[in-house]
């Protein structure tokens, strides 16, 4: 099966201004994760779809971030305006369903990530 | 608080070794996935393992939820085998309100030298 498709893979932008990132899961999953990898650190989670509705945006900087999942397939997720600390990897992941309990519906794919550099 | 620690942070070892990498982590979890980060960035799950034992190939993870903890073991170690592996965990009781948030901890760098 094909695996998770991100666009673009780098990015350079200066602070301020703006920066969108593609994602496009495996077919059929359900969910749809956005998580951001500063260096030397894991992956935080930054928003949480099931299909095309929010399950978790707690960590999500909402006055600079935002996340769209337009019919519960492809997501972009977007920064305006962009700050230095921004500079990370976006990774984008899928899952069939989430759920408790030991299902391995539950694994987490990921996308090769969107390195993003802010100057 | 809510906490998922990695042991070693930094792993050398020499092609053919073994190993063993620690998760430890502080509430009840429903899920627990243990992930391998190549050179180039890419995370590649190698275990959903929220409980009990489970072999693939070299590897093999064992998560023992009672006492909080999980390891990864890795049999003769080959210098692909190099990277970040990091484990990931969902807790309980975040469940209801933030399905499926895994939690990552700050990985262990593994490097194997030829």
């Known amino acids: 099966e094909a695996g998770v498709a991100q666009s673009p893979r780098y990015k350079i932008i200066e602070k301020r201004q703006s920066v969108a990132f593609w994602c496009n899961p495996i077919s059929g999953h359900a969910t749809l994760y956005w998580y951001q990898q500063i260096l030397g650190q894991g992956p935080k989670l930054l928003i949480q779809f099931q299909n095309n509705g929010v399950v978790d945006d707690s960590q999500l900087p909402k006055d600079r971030f935002s996340a769209e999942r337009l019919k519960g397939v492809d997501s972009t997720l977007k920064i305006q305006p962009a700050k230095l600390e921004d500079s990370a990897v976006y990774l984008c992941?899928?899952?069939?369903?989430?759920?408790?309990?030991?299902?391995?519906?539950?694994?987490?794919?990921f996308g090769a990530g969107s390195r993003l550099t802010v100057l | 608080g809510i906490q998922v620690e990695q042991s070693p942070p930094d792993l050398i070892l020499q092609e053919g070794a073994n190993s063993t990498l620690r998760c430890n982590f502080s509430d009840s979890v429903n899920n627990l996935q243990w992930f391998h980060q190549n050179p180039w960035g890419q995370l590649i799950n190698l275990f959903y393992i929220p409980s009990g034992t489970k072999q693939n190939g070299r590897l093999s993870a064992t998560t023992v939820a009672t006492e909080r903890y999980s390891l990864l073991y890795i049999s003769s170690s080959q210098t692909t085998d190099s990277g970040v592996y990091f484990c990931?965990?969902?807790?309980?009781?975040?469940?209801?309100?933030?399905?499926?948030?895994?939690?990552f901890g700050k990985g262990t760098k593994l490097s194997v030298k030829p």
């Open positions: 990931a965990v969902g807790f309980s009781r975040l469940w209801g309100g933030s399905q499926g948030n895994l939690i």
């Open positions: 992941a899928s899952s069939l369903v989430i759920s408790g309990g030991d299902s391995g519906a539950n694994v987490l794919t």
